[in-house]
């Protein structure tokens, strides 16, 4: 059983930064961050294996934003820079511990978070 908490959604300027982190119960688990757009459906973000050796991210925020780790603290972070309003969603942590590397479709993963908001405006 994994439990995650997200937290630092927020409003922000296009242009800025914001860091969301996920705290976690549980060990041994991939972790995934999906977003829904207004009126859109879910859709992948990034994911980061156990380790956090290795890391992925949909096209659409590669080169912006960077997913992270820490499992001394059992933390998975988002850091967004260089948002733009297009990435204006509710964002969510997920996490399984049926594979090393979660995939990127959101029913691969077991356990979710509550989510978090955030606005980018312009």
């Known amino acids: 059983q994994v439990q995650l908490v997200e937290s630092g959604g927020g409003l922000v300027q296009a242009g800025g930064s914001l860091r969301l982190s996920c705290a976690a119960s549980?060990?041994?688990?991939?972790v995934g961050w999906f977003r829904q757009p207004p009126g859109k459906e879910r859709e992948f973000v990034a994911r980061i294996d156990w380790s956090g050796s290795i890391k992925l991210y949909a096209d659409s925020v590669k080169g912006r934003f960077t997913i992270s780790r820490d499992n001394a603290k059992n933390t998975v972070s988002l850091q967004m820079n260089s948002l733009k309003v297009e990435d204006t969603a509710f964002y969510y942590c997920?996490?399984?511990?049926?594979?090393?590397?979660?995939?990127?479709?959101?029913?691969?993963?077991?356990?979710w978070g509550q989510g978090t908001q955030v606005t980018v405006s312009s």
């Open positions: 549980g060990r041994n688990f991939a």
């Open positions: 997920a996490a399984t511990q049926r594979t090393v590397l979660g995939p990127i479709q959101a029913s691969g993963y077991d356990y």
